[in-house]
C-alpha cells in the first residue's frame, strides 16, 4: 500500500504551524505570500493544460459526461445526505470539510497510474484528468458557494469576487499565454511541479497557522477524527461501487469501466488545498483535514482494487506475464 511521501510533507508542515504559528505581521506576511502562491499556483495549471487534448477526448463524450456526473453530481448528493451524521457523529466544522471534498475535481496523475496498472483505457484516464481540471475551476467554486453557503459557510458576493481573481483569472492567463509559454513549462515541468508543491505547502502552514490562533483546533477531539475516517471511508466505498456497477449497467467494456472507477471515485489534494485556502479562510485548517484523510485513503484502497484488476481472468487468460508485471508496484503522486 503506497504511504504518499507528499502526504508526510503536507503532515510536517501541519506541525510546523502547531509548534511555530505565524502571528502578528508574520501572519500577513504568510497570509500575503499565500494569496500570491494560489494565483501562481492556478496559473500554471491554466499553462499547462492543453484544451485541444481536452477536445479531442470529446470523441468517447459518454464515458466522460459519466466521469463528470460522478465528480461533480454523485458525489456531492452522498455529501449533502452524510449531513445526517451531523451532530452525533461529526461536527458542523468538519462536515464543511467533508462536504466540501465532494466538490473538488478528480485526481490526474494518480487515475492514469491506477487506470494503467488495472490494465484499462488510459486515454480515457488522461481526457477524463484534463476535463475534470478544467471544469472544477468554475465548478468547484460555484458548488461551494450554493451548498457550503447553506451550512454556515459565509460565502458572499466578496467571497465570489475572490474566488474569480485569485483562481479563475490567473487560470485563464495561463490558458491565454500557452502558445508562447507552453514549451517551456512542458520542458521545466519537473522543477515546476517542485514550484506547485512548495505552494500547496505554504498555503497549508498559513491555513493551520490561522487556525492555531483562532484555537479552532480545540474543537476536534481525537474520538470526532475516528469517527471522520469512517464516514469517508463509508463514502469511497459508496463511489467505488457505483462507478463500477453503474458503469456496467451503463454497458462500458471492461477498459472503460475501470477509467470511470478510477477517475470517478477519487479528489485532488493538490486542486482542493488551495481552493479551500481561499474559500475558508481562517477556517481552513479544518475544511482541508477531511481531503487529506480522504487523499490517502483513496491512494491505499485503489493500489488493491488495481492490482485485483490486474489479475482479472480475462487480463492473465491474454498476457499473464504483462499482468504479472503490471500488479507488482504503484508509485503514485498527489493529484
Request: aromatic share 8%; proline share 5%; net charge positive.
Amino acid at each position: 500500500m503506497p504511504i504518499d511521501p507528499y502526504l508526510l510533507l503536507l503532515l510536517g508542515t501541519v506541525g510546523l504551524a502547531a509548534l511555530i504559528p505565524a502571528r502578528g505581521t508574520g501572519a500577513d506576511v504568510a497570509s500575503g505570500a499565500s494569496t500570491a502562491a494560489i494565483a501562481l499556483l492556478f496559473f500554471l495549471y491554466g499553462a499547462r493544460l492543453s484544451t485541444r487534448e481536452a477536445l479531442d477526448g470529446l470523441r468517447h463524450w459518454r464515458l466522460h459526461i459519466t466521469i463528470l456526473a460522478c465528480t461533480f453530481l454523485v458525489f456531492p448528493l452522498l455529501g449533502l445526505a452524510a449531513r445526517v451524521t451531523v451532530p452525533a457523529v461529526l461536527t458542523d466544522p468538519l462536515y464543511q470539510g467533508l462536504l466540501f471534498l465532494t466538490l473538488v475535481p478528480s485526481t490526474v496523475q494518480s487515475s492514469i497510474a491506477f487506470t494503467s496498472i488495472a490494465r484499462g483505457n488510459v486515454p480515457a484516464a488522461i481526457c477524463a484528468g484534463s476535463f475534470s481540471s478544467l471544469v472544477g475551476i468554475v465548478a468547484t467554486p460555484l458548488l461551494a458557494a450554493s451548498l457550503l453557503g447553506s451550512t454556515g459557510g459565509g460565502f458572499s458576493g466578496d467571497t465570489l469576487l475572490k474566488i474569480v481573481l485569485q483562481l479563475l483569472v490567473p487560470f485563464l492567463a495561463g490558458q491565454l499565454l500557452r502558445p508562447w509559454i507552453g514549451t517551456f513549462v512542458q520542458r521545466h515541468k519537473k522543477i515546476l511541479s517542485l514550484v506547485d508543491r512548495g505552494s500547496i505547502l505554504l498555503v497549508v502552514y498559513t491555513a493551520f497557522s490561522e487556525g492555531m490562533v483562532a484555537g479552532v483546533w480545540s474543537r476536534v477531539s481525537p474520538a470526532r477524527l475516528a469517527a471522520l475516517l469512517g464516514v469517508e471511508a463509508v463514502l469511497l466505498a459508496a463511489m467505488l461501487a457505483l462507478t463500477w456497477y453503474g458503469a456496467k449497467a451503463l454497458r462500458f467494456d471492461r477498459e472503460d469501466r475501470i477509467a470511470i472507477q478510477f477517475a470517478g471515485s477519487k479528489k485532488s489534494l493538490a486542486a482542493g488545498l488551495p481552493m479551500a485556502g481561499v474559500l475558508f479562510g481562517a477556517q481552513a485548517s479544518l475544511a482541508v483535514l477531511p481531503l487529506m484523510l480522504f487523499h490517502q485513503m483513496q491512494l491505499m484502497v485503489c493500489a488493491v482494487i488495481a492490482k485485483r484488476r490486474a489479475r482479472d481472468p480475462e487480463v492473465t487468460a491474454q498476457d499473464p506475464a504483462a499482468a504479472s508485471r503490471i500488479a507488482v508496484g504503484t508509485g503514485t503522486r498527489s493529484g
